[in-house]
C-alpha cells in the first residue's frame, strides 16, 4: 500500500458545481496537510495548509483532515473555469519530506 | 520578487553526455529540493538539502547527484544521463521541511 493514495480522474464538471478531490494515506504520524495546485506547464502552488485535523476555509475553497479515517478532503465551491488545474495533496510528520499525492487533473466546463 | 530560478527549462540531450540543471531561490531558504514529475507517476523526490553542505537521498536518487555549497543555489547533476531520465524536474525551497513549499517553473529534460 502506498503512503498516499489520490485519484488521479480526470474529473470534468460544469462551471458552478462544488467539487471534492480527496486522499488517503496510512501513516499515523502525518500532522501537516497541503493541497497544491498545479496549471499547465508550471510548478505547483500551494493552495490550502492544514495542522492537525479540522477545517480550514479559504474563499471558495475548504481543507477538511479526518485523522481517524486517515483522510484528507478539499472541497472547491462555486467551481470556475480558472480552477481547471492538477491538484495535489501533500503530508508530513514534520521530520521527513512531504510525501506527495500522484495528483488529481480538475475541468471546470463553462 | 521571491522566485525559485531554474535553468535551463528545455533542453534535448544524448545519452551519457554530462549535464547540470541549476537551481537558485532568493528566500533565504534553509531547506531545497529536486522533483521529478512523470506521467502517472506523481512528483516523485529525487534528493533533499536541509542546509548548506547537507544533503540527503530522496525517493529516486540514482543516476543523480546535487551538491549545496551556497545557500541559495542547489544545482541538479546527471553524470551520465540515459532515456529514462527524460522527464519534467522541479526544483521547491521552503524555510523548514515542513513549510510551504515554493517551486520553479520546471525544466523539461528529454535524453535521446
Known amino acids: 500500500q502506498k503512503e498516499v493514495e489520490q485519484d488521479p480522474g480526470p474529473l470534468s464538471v460544469p462551471e458552478g458545481a462544488i467539487v471534492s478531490l480527496n486522499c488517503t494515506y496510512s501513516n499515523s504520524a502525518f500532522q501537516y496537510f497541503m493541497w497544491y495546485r498545479q496549471y499547465s506547464r508550471k510548478g505547483p502552488e500551494l493552495l490550502m495548509y492544514?495542522?492537525?485535523?479540522g477545517n480550514k476555509e479559504d474563499g471558495r475553497f475548504t481543507a477538511q483532515v479526518d485523522k481517524s479515517s486517515k483522510y484528507i478532503s478539499l472541497f472547491i465551491r462555486d467551481s470556475q473555469p480558472s480552477d481547471s488545474a492538477t491538484y495535489l495533496c501533500a503530508m508530513s510528520d514534520g521530520n521527513t519530506p512531504l510525501v506527495f499525492g500522484k495528483g488529481t487533473r480538475l475541468s471546470v466546463i463553462a | 520578487e521571491a522566485q525559485v530560478t531554474q535553468n535551463p527549462r528545455y533542453l534535448i540531450t544524448v545519452t551519457g553526455k554530462k549535464l547540470t540543471v541549476t537551481c537558485s531561490q532568493n528566500m533565504n531558504h534553509e531547506y531545497m529540493s529536486w522533483y521529478r514529475q512523470d506521467p502517472g507517476l506523481g512528483l516523485r523526490q529525487i534528493y533533499y538539502?536541509?542546509?548548506?553542505?547537507?544533503?540527503d537521498k530522496g525517493d529516486v536518487p540514482e543516476g543523480y547527484k546535487v551538491s549545496r555549497k551556497e545557500k541559495r543555489n542547489f544545482p541538479l547533476i546527471l553524470e551520465s544521463p540515459s532515456p529514462n531520465q527524460t522527464s519534467l524536474y522541479f526544483c521547491?525551497?521552503?524555510?523548514?521541511?515542513?513549510?510551504?513549499?515554493?517551486f520553479g517553473e520546471g525544466s523539461r529534460l528529454t535524453v535521446l
Open positions: 538539502s536541509m542546509n548548506v553542505e547537507v544533503t
Open positions: 492544514t495542522y492537525s485535523s
Open positions: 521547491a525551497s521552503s524555510w523548514v521541511i515542513t513549510g510551504e513549499l515554493f
